[in-house]
T-cell receptor, first 116, second 111 residues
């Protein structure tokens, strides 16, 4: 969905480096999410934010941090990357107002991260 | 932990055939959704069925929900090669509307 933009699309980094993945959206949605996808494991929730002042840990938050800089921007940081954080990362948004289904999420194209 | 478990893990059919994918879940839900993912791309929402609904249709898609068995099925009729993708079921529970995804089903539609 072009309304949810993730940068970079691909990133290779080394163990121990700090890295930030960015997500911006033009959908005007209040809720934003970060997931990681590993082969055979589906998507797992890392962090989610229901508004600018609301940040919550998901299922697998250890080793990650997030920042909700504005309603439209939600970034994910790996403070000290390790090889098992190699994965495909997705940002998603949803609209709590219920106009088109409050629980439907809209995904970015993903960031493929490799930690060597 | 995965709430939804899809079955089968992989499905290969001929173009024009129907594809049926199943999802089972463990706890009471608010709604169940199906998403599609083309290789290496983001997920796209297909259809949502609420816990008080039993069946919904959208184009060639038909989804059913059996809350007594904690299961759902997604039927794609008259499949096309372009339907080749991974399909995920996802559930919401409780008040915060977080989605919990299954591991996905890989569908291959042979031309």
């Amino acid at each position: 969905d072009a309304d949810v933009t993730q940068t970079p699309r691909n990133r290779i980094t080394k163990t121990g480096k700090r890295i930030m993945l960015e997500c911006s959206q033009t959908k005007g949605h209040d809720r934003m999410y970060w997931y990681r996808q590993d082969p055979g494991l589906g998507l797992r929730l890392i962090y989610y934010s229901f508004d600018v002042k609301d940040i919550n840990k998901g299922e697998i938050s250890d080793g990650y941090s997030v920042s909700r800089q504005a309603q439209a921007k939600f970034s994910l940081s790996l403070e000290s990357a390790i090889p098992n954080q190699t994965a495909l990362y997705f940002c998603a948004t949803s609209d709590s107002s219920g106009r088109r289904g409050r629980d439907i999420q809209y995904f970015g194209a993903g960031t493929r991260l490799s930690v060597l | 932990s995965q709430q939804g478990e899809e079955d089968p893990q992989a499905l290969s059919i001929q173009e024009g055939e129907n594809a049926t994918m199943n999802c089972s879940y463990k706890t009471s839900i608010n709604n169940l959704q199906w998403y599609r993912q083309n290789s290496g791309r983001g997920l796209v929402h297909l259809i949502l069925i609420r816990s008080n609904e039993r069946e919904k249709h959208s184009g060639r898609l038909r989804v059913t929900l059996d809350t007594s068995k904690k299961s759902s099925s997604l039927l794609i009729t008259a499949s096309r090669a372009a339907d080749t993708a991974s399909y995920f079921c996802a559930t919401t529970t409780g008040a915060n509307s977080k989605l919990t995804f299954g591991k996905g089903i890989t569908l291959s539609v042979r031309p």
